[in-house]
């Protein structure tokens, strides 16, 4: 189950004075730095911030804008013409948060994976190493492909199983071709009341604010942090039982 906006880190904490210095560490020249898969922000040692670090699975239709999400929220460049991923492309991003309880500041390292759905089709692998350990899975539509709206249900069902430990989200994309659209917003509406997922919705040329992708980046870091604060808490309780149930047994 999602976490309502901004109850767990602050939600606007990009546009603080306080927070310029730890996102100057993932920028350059004023534009979002590309990191590669073993680079990270270097920080100076006044700056005690911890990493933690998420594999997250982009899934969706051929054509919906996969890579081009995975560009968008990484700040870089939109490929000006569309191509099929013909295997596993990985994105490293990097988003710090500041928690609202204890103003603990963390680094989010998120491991994108995109996979063209026909390399899916083909290869039997491809799918179960997207999935292996993922912590979260992006769920995408065009606003623009019925289709691929209608497809949804299909690829959560086909994806993910009800005790899986993973955080879903759902994402449309091409919103800011409003004239072409396919999708209305009673239908978005309807199907998170359905599926109880949050939705948002991405499109248009990548800028070079943060605000933007603060949103969908803010929502994904929130949910994982609640998920993985969630186990701890249910580890610890079953941790607690069988020492109860231990010492019970010496007692007999």
């Given amino acids: ?13 990009h546009r603080c004075p306080n927070s310029r210095e730890f996102f100057s560490r993932i920028l350059h020249n004023k534009k979002r730095r590309k990191f590669g898969l073993l680079e990270a922000p270097i920080m100076p040692p006044h700056m005690n911030v911890d990493i933690v670090r998420y594999k997250v699975f982009i899934s969706g239709k051929t054509g919906v804008g996969k890579s081009a999400l995975a560009d968008r929220l990484a700040g870089l460049d939109l490929p ?9 492309e990985t994105t490293v991003v990097f988003w710090p948060v500041r928690l609202k309880e204890s103003g603990r500041v963390l680094f989010f390292r998120f ?17 179960p190493s997207c999935k292996e350990q993922v912590d979260a899975i ?5 606003f623009t492909d ?3 709206f209608d497809d949804l249900s299909n690829q959560i069902s086909r ?12 994402i449309g994309t091409k919103f800011d071709l409003f004239m072409h659209t396919d999708v209305t917003e009673s239908d978005v509406t309807h199907f998170q009341e359905v599926w109880g997922l949050p939705s948002f919705r991405v499109g248009g040329d990548v800028s070079a604010g943060l605000g933007e992708v603060a949103p969908l980046l803010n929502a ?3 949910n994982l942090w609640h998920q993985d604060c969630v186990a701890a808490s249910s580890v610890s309780i079953s941790t607690q039982a069988a020492l109860r149930e231990t010492d ?5």
């Fill in 220 to 222: 994904l870091a929130e």
């Fill in 146 to 148: 019925r289709g691929s």
């Fill in 138 to 142: 992006l769920f995408l539509f065009s």
């Fill in 159 to 170: 994806i993910t199983e009800s005790s899986d430990r993973v955080v879903k989200l759902v």
């Fill in 248 to 252: 019970s047994e010496i007692i007999v």
């Fill in 80 to 88: 000006k013409m569309h191509y099929e991923t013909t295997g596993i």
């Fill in 1 to 13: 189950m999602s976490v309502p906006p901004g109850s767990i880190i602050v939600s606007d904490w």
């Fill in 111 to 127: 491991e994108l994976w995109d996979c063209g759905e026909s390399a899916i089709r083909r290869f039997d692998h491809m799918l």
